[in-house]
């Protein structure tokens, strides 16, 4: 479990630094806790499946992003960005991020 936090935490910073923006930090750590529920909440083969699985682990990535308000936050700037350079400099997993801003 805390694999997948530190990956999740990682993903996160690296949303923010390509787009060049600082992180909401509170609403981070909100992600996080969602996650740590959300995966405290799984049978541990559950677990497994997931942390074998990278597009089961990016749809609970997304939903603690969504879940914790982080796709509130610079919501304009970043929706002005998911068509700049910098959005097309995202790895391509991070896109799961940025399609949270269209909605």
Do not use: C
């Not at 930090?25 to 541990?44: C, F, N, W």
């Amino acid at each position: 479990m805390q694999v997948l936090r530190d990956e999740f935490r990682r993903h996160l910073e690296t949303f923010y630094a390509r787009l060049q923006l600082a992180p909401p930090y509170d609403s981070v750590e909100k992600a996080i806790r969602h996650l740590t529920t959300a995966l405290q909440g799984m049978p541990p083969e559950e677990q497994t499946r997931l942390s074998a699985n990278p597009a089961l682990r990016w749809e609970q990535y997304r939903r603690a992003f969504v879940e914790s308000g982080l796709h509130r936050k610079h919501r304009g700037i970043i929706a002005r960005l998911t068509a700049s350079p910098l959005a097309a400099d995202l790895p391509a997993e991070h896109k799961h991020f940025l399609e949270a801003f269209k909605s």
